[in-house]
């Protein structure tokens, strides 16, 4: 309650819930308001918007109605991002709490991992990833995955470094708690809470990734994704540029809505760090 | 000396970093179904079996795996980066072809973004809660969340189509055969758009970094005495506050090398540069493993030398560095 109080102090946080509960009102409402599949041909291609008020936004190259594809593609993106975001921030928690809690050789080993992974520039190991394993919209999600964790590993490590020799794990250790219970029992519900902050920008960056892919046409080209659309309308900038236009600003205010909850929630959970 | 020691001794120990990930990606590739041999065959427009048998013992891919690597990593020692089939050269020669585009756009990009970063970070946390910090945040926020390739064809809309003030791509205008000065205006004036497109997303970054620790500076201790002593508020900003600021914006540089590299993947397709990020797209798509390999080695080298780069700079903002530890 406290912290909800707090974060509907904050302007920016609002606006960014509004925001994400209009996405998400989309994302469950496309089944309801277009039925039919979004990639099926609608109506005459390169319609421009409000020219037709059956294609309020308009239709693409083939005639396939934007609306439609925009609101599908707010499942696909918000499906991407969380499941994404979830693979990533398990591994980086695994990892990050295996590392610090043991220290030593894991530690050494396990951040060398780490490293090497920070070290390859993350869209070049997606693209290796989508190469050998295919575009279909699961292998694009896990590869997402695969490619974000490094950072939530350190930030877990962190907290695990600095919580692991307190008081109360002290104390568990006396009592004859095992290693496991420890770690995830006693240490991680503690870690927890900046790492689950962190959560909101691996999702962000795990939306404009898979984006960017479906746009390089290398993501599944079967899904309605706002980066598909992107990229169909590129053939057609010169003129109709309102069919790129468009899905982006739907990945912009998607983006910038998951970005405002996650400061929100930041500000929120530590009031002492608000303004920066 | 003892700086450079220092350094040196963090650039060895990236050695087995960089051995690790080309293993890693080199296995990886083995489970790619196809190899090249498959695609030069697809290129060629089939071929029989007898010559895909000479071809795949030609680049030694009837070996066994481990032999494999082995062979590369051993070629690598001698910077060998192997033979691209598709493009018909050395790897090396291919790569080094693509590699002062991508450097250009990165250096452009990043200069942009740091200066323009700090400049507005300071400005916003100069005037922090009032409307230029509201302003610059708000703007930071939006373009970070807005797809740079994105950001990238919007502006080709506006200023290539519409205004006809910038070239819509390419990396010089090969008709006019331009020389020296006029060529090097020529190739600024492509590189416009992508070197924006790909900096104002690090702007936004280094923006918010540079306020916050601004923010956190100013509240030091040292500020308030250097103040008190009189100091006008310029030379407190520039001398005290702005050298422990930045060293957050310095570190961010190492951590985001890697980043911007994959950034300029998607940059190069938008603008078609001929840099090393489209490479590495077209081998994707044309399944030209050893390429690939190549270009990966290349980047990995590119961020370890950047954030050697980097421990230099921090250690002259931060003499702790070289005292301490």
């Given at each position: ?116 992974f920070?070290?390859l520039p993350n869209f070049l190991l997606l693209l290796v990833l989508v190469a050998v394993f295919g575009s279909t919209i699961t292998t694009v999600t896990l590869a997402i995955g695969i490619v974000s ?60 990734l898979e984006?960017a892919l479906a746009f390089l046409k290398l993501s599944d080209p ?5 980066g598909?659309?992107?990229g ?45 | ?20 990930i080309l293993i890693g990606v080199f296995l990886l590739l083995q489970l790619a179904p196809g190899d090249t041999v498959d695609a030069m065959?697809a290129q ?17 891919l009837?070996?066994?795996v481990?032999?494999q690597?082995?062979?590369y ?8 980066l192997g033979?691209s089939a598709i493009y018909?050269?050395?790897v090396?020669?291919v790569i080094?072809?693509r ?162 590299l994959g950034?300029s993947v998607v940059?190069e397709s ?6 090393l990020g489209r490479l590495a797209y077209e081998s994707v798509v044309q399944r030209d493993l050893n390429t690939l390999l190549g270009i990966v080695f290349v980047s990995a ?25």
């Open positions: 309650m406290q912290v909800l109080k707090l974060y509907l102090r904050s302007p920016p946080a609002i606006i960014g819930l509004v925001l994400l509960v209009l996405v998400v009102a989309a994302a469950l409402s496309a089944d309801w308001l277009y039925p039919r599949d979004p990639l099926a041909l609608a109506g005459r291609p390169l319609l421009w918007p409000f020219a037709n008020p059956r294609f309020p936004l308009g239709t693409d190259n083939s005639g396939r109605d934007i609306a439609a594809q925009i609101f599908h593609g707010a499942r696909i993106s918000l499906l991407i991002g969380l499941v994404a975001t979830t693979i990533s921030v398990m591994i980086g928690i695994t990892v990050g709490a295996l590392a610090g809690y043991h220290g030593g050789w894991v530690d050494t080993a396990l951040m060398r991992i780490t490293e090497a920070q070290t964790w490094p950072a939530s590993a350190r930030l877990t490590r962190a907290e695990f470094l600095s919580l692991r020799n307190r008081e109360f794990v002290q104390a568990g250790r006396t009592l004859g708690l095992k290693d496991a219970k420890l770690i995830f029992g006693e240490i991680l519900p503690n870690a927890l809470p900046p790492v689950i902050v962190y959560a909101s920008v691996v999702m962000a960056i795990a939306i404009l984006s079967n899904v309605a994704s706002w598909n659309l992107i169909v309308g590129r053939d057609v900038l010169r003129v109709q540029w309102y069919v790129s236009a468009i899905p982006g600003v739907a990945i912009l205010i998607t983006v910038l809505a998951v970005s405002l909850v996650g400061q929100g929630l930041n500000d929120a959970l530590n009031p002492r760090l608000k303004g920066r | 000396m003892r700086v450079l020691a220092l350094a040196g001794r963090r650039l060895a120990a990236s050695i087995p970093t960089l051995f690790l065959m060629m427009g089939g071929g029989d079996a007898t010559t895909a048998k000479q071809l795949r013992e030609f680049y030694g009837d070996l066994t481990g032999a690597l082995a062979n990593l051993w070629r690598l020692v001698r910077l060998d033979f018909g050269k050395p090396a020669t080094a072809e590699l002062p585009a991508t450097l250009l756009l990165m250096t452009a990009s990043l200069s942009l973004a740091f200066f323009f970063g700090l400049i507005l970070g300071v400005v916003a946390a100069r005037r922090v809660n009032r409307w230029q910090d509201t302003l610059i945040s708000t703007l930071g926020l939006v373009f970070y969340a807005m797809p740079t390739f994105w950001f990238g064809l919007m502006a080709i809309v506006v200023f290539a189509i519409y205004l006809q003030w910038l070239p819509a791509g390419g990396y010089e205008d090969i008709t006019v055969g331009l020389t020296g000065l006029r060529r090097t205006l020529d190739i600024a004036r492509h590189l416009t758009l992508p070197t924006l497109t790909l900096g104002l997303f690090y702007m936004a970054i280094y923006l918010r970094i540079m306020r916050g620790s601004m923010l956190e500076v100013l509240n030091l201790d040292f500020v308030r005495t250097a103040r008190a002593k009189g100091m006008d508020e310029t030379r407190v900003i520039v001398r005290h506050v702005l050298r422990n600021a930045l060293l957050p914006m310095v570190t961010l540089i190492g951590l985001q090398a890697g980043t911007m950034g940059v938008v603008f078609s540069l001929p840099g080298l590119l961020v370890i030398v950047v954030n050697f780069i980097v421990d230099l700079l921090y250690a002259r903002l931060d003499p702790r560095i070289t005292t301490g530890t």
